[in-house]
């Protein structure tokens, strides 16, 4: 088994700058989302990859609330929300070109998706037709709109939230969207203490509404661009990832595994998540804990297996126990 080269113990001076400017937005976002660390550093991590997220949970968790306060960390990013309906069109998303009879021409409007930084809330309130208008803006960062094809502007990232399948009015997903994400999360209850310092935290106000900008769109950019590949993964992490996505397609309860796709979202991830550890280098550790936000929504169960109880982050819970972990 090959071992794992962790050589560069401390970051080079790219990835230390990068590494304190994630930590920072980090630490920024926890005065809101209290009791959220894991999430957070979840979804900085996304953001530092382009990496879009599906944040699926009860109302009143605080999904809008952490987009939102991730919005207004950032200075001179541009920020859009849509809320999906049931009689939400393609064309509120993506634009609509409109004839002006005074000049005799037609103009493009451009939809909310040309921002850097768009939620997509309640997601799953909008029928397939309308979810599917995302799927070349998440998968190309462009859209195709009567023909014309537009470049969205970089970075561009996506936050959808969902609330369970099971409530009404809503529409499942489709699998190749679901693909797109590169990890679904949930926020989840806080404990009665953390639920008492946001009760304080709200008594006379918003604490998102005070929020200033803690980093620059420009320092983002640096960390999409060139820092992430700076991070090292070792031949044999690399191995254990593809690894494991492959163990997806052997799982007799599996009738849609995990694609490539889910390899270089689990590795990129990672790479982030070593970076907020102020580390330039991936462990096994980087990969297991979020193995299961990868990985999981990709998959799709035979029937049989979810009606017996069987899980989609159940069946990744096995594969990690089963594959030999690198030394």
């Known amino acids: 088994m090959q071992s794992i080269n962790t050589a560069a113990t401390e970051p080079s001076s790219l990835t230390g700058k990068s590494a304190a400017t994630l930590q920072r937005l980090a630490s920024h976002l926890d005065v809101v989302m209290i009791g959220q660390q894991v999430a957070v550093k979840k979804i900085v991590a996304a953001l530092a990859t382009q990496s879009h997220v599906l944040l699926e949970d009860f109302p009143g968790t605080g999904k809008t609330t952490l987009a939102k306060g991730l919005a207004k960390s950032i200075e001179g990013i541009v920020f859009n929300r849509v809320q999906f309906t049931p009689d939400l069109l393609p064309s509120d998303v993506l634009g609509v070109t409109v004839f002006n009879p005074k000049t005799n021409e037609f ?43 537009h470049e969205l502007p970089d970075p561009f990232f996506v936050i959808a939230t969902q609330n369970p399948v099971e409530f009404r009015g809503t529409y499942p997903l489709p699998e190749a969207q679901m693909d797109r994400f590169a990890l679904q999360t949930k926020l989840g209850y806080v404990s009665v203490e953390d639920e008492m310092r946001i009760l304080d935290s709200n008594h006379t106000g918003n604490p998102t509404d005070e929020l200033a900008p803690c980093i620059t769109l420009e320092e983002l950019r640096r960390i999409n661009l060139d820092v992430i590949d700076k991070v090292h993964v070792a031949e044999s992490l690399k191995r254990y990832v593809v690894t494991i996505v492959a163990e997806t397609r052997r799982q007799p309860e599996v009738q849609l595994a995990a694609s490539p796709r889910a ?17 330039d280098y991936l462990i096994p550790e980087d990969i297991q804990d979020l193995a299961g936000d990868v990985i999981a929504h990709r998959l799709v169960l035979d029937p049989g297996a979810s009606f017996s109880g069987i899980t989609a982050r159940g069946v990744v819970a096995r594969i990690l126990k089963s594959v030999p972990v690198p030394q």
């Open 107 to 149: 103009k493009f409007h451009r939809g909310p998706v040309f921002a850097n930084l768009l939620l997509a809330d309640e997601i799953n309130r909008a029928s397939p037709r309308t979810q599917s208008a995302l799927l070349e803006a998440m998968a190309e960062s462009q859209a195709t709109i009567e023909g014309t094809r």
């Open 263 to 279: 390899s270089i979202a689990l590795v990129r991830l990672a790479s982030a998540f070593a970076l907020l550890d102020n580390r």
